[in-house]
């Protein structure tokens, strides 16, 4: 006898809304990024587009604006002015930004060493001139640099001597560099010490048990530990250095004759663009040197990660 199996019971009730609900999880989604995105776009992506726009072209006295192509990238590769304020920013990113990690690195380890008296006093102490704005810092320092009225044309009279110049043209670029060292020290000591912070202190417990001496921590543990935070710091420093452009700018008036209006490539884009009215090639030259910058720190950021894995 067959069995007849029970009729499938269907059950009444509201239908899935998984549906929707995904839909009103997206949407609560891009309410939260949009404001970010929209405010994202309208003060770096449209500026950006705008300029490529406008390195498209080129605007006469007579003849109004008219297409040119990538004529005006062409002339960059030809222009002097321009290799000559890269080359300069580049002598002063292979000089001064080892100085500066150095330095800040030095000071980190000491703070982070436990053996300095008042470190809380010393931390705050060299991060504050970060907290002065350069305009500020490169005033203060311009004055200090005046051979005929700041401190070094007083100690000159005070005791005789002939000091150089700091504002001349050989030692311009090495007092440009002190400033942005004194500014930028206190910065990047804070990255170092907070990668320091932390390192399990464990591992310094069993280097002091297998007898390892101080150097010998700072090269096995504690360098190796902040590797990426080295490798942030340069990056930021080499972005840093190829947009020069407030300290020379300030000092131009104490050192006319020195700094030039293509001293550093920021400083010649600008000169092009508001005493020159060159608007397109000025575009062309910013997007030029933000293609070499972006070429420079993606290849120090390569080297980086390279020997972070053969580590």
């Known amino acids: 006898m067959a069995v007849l199996a029970p009729p499938a019971i269907q059950r009444s009730g509201p239908p899935s809304r998984s549906g929707s609900a995904r839909r009103r999880r997206s949407w609560t989604g891009w309410a939260f990024v949009g404001p970010f995105m929209a405010v994202f776009a309208f003060v770096f992506l449209a500026p950006i587009a705008y300029a490529i726009y406008l390195s498209f072209f080129r605007t006469k006295l007579i003849g109004g604006t008219s297409f040119v192509g990538l004529e005006n990238f062409q002339n960059i590769f030809t222009d002097a ?47 504050m001139p970060y907290a002065v704005p350069a305009v500020v810092a490169t005033l203060m320092w311009g004055f200090m640099y005046g051979p005929q009225f700041g401190l070094v044309g007083s100690i000159n009279d005070a005791f005789g001597w002939s000091l150089p110049n700091p504002l001349g043209p050989d030692w311009l670029l090495a007092s440009i560099g002190n400033i942005v060292t004194w500014e930028f020290v206190g910065y990047n000591m804070l990255i170092f010490y907070s990668a320091l912070q932390v390192i399990p202190r464990t591992l310094y417990e069993a280097a002091e048990l297998d007898g390892a001496g101080q150097f010998r921590v700072i090269r096995s543990i ?72 972006a070429i420079v720190a993606y290849a120090v950021q390569l080297r980086g990660l390279r020997k972070e894995r053969q580590s």
């Open 81 to 127: 002015q321009f290799w000559s304020s890269f080359g300069r920013v580049a002598l002063f990113l292979c000089v001064q930004v080892p100085i500066m990690l150095f330095l800040s690195l030095l000071v980190a380890l000491a703070i982070d060493s436990g053996r300095l008296y008042g470190k809380s006093f010393f931390r705050v102490t060299i991060f």
């Open 222 to 293: 504690k360098l190796p530990g902040i590797r990426g935070a080295l490798l942030i710091a340069t990056i930021f420093s080499i972005i840093g250095t190829f947009q020069l452009f407030n300290e020379p700018a300030i000092l131009k008036t104490l050192a006319p004759n020195v700094i030039t209006t293509y001293y550093t490539p920021n400083m010649y884009a600008y000169s092009l663009s508001f005493a020159g009215q060159q608007f397109n090639y000025s575009a062309a030259v910013a997007i030029v040197m933000a293609l070499l910058t």
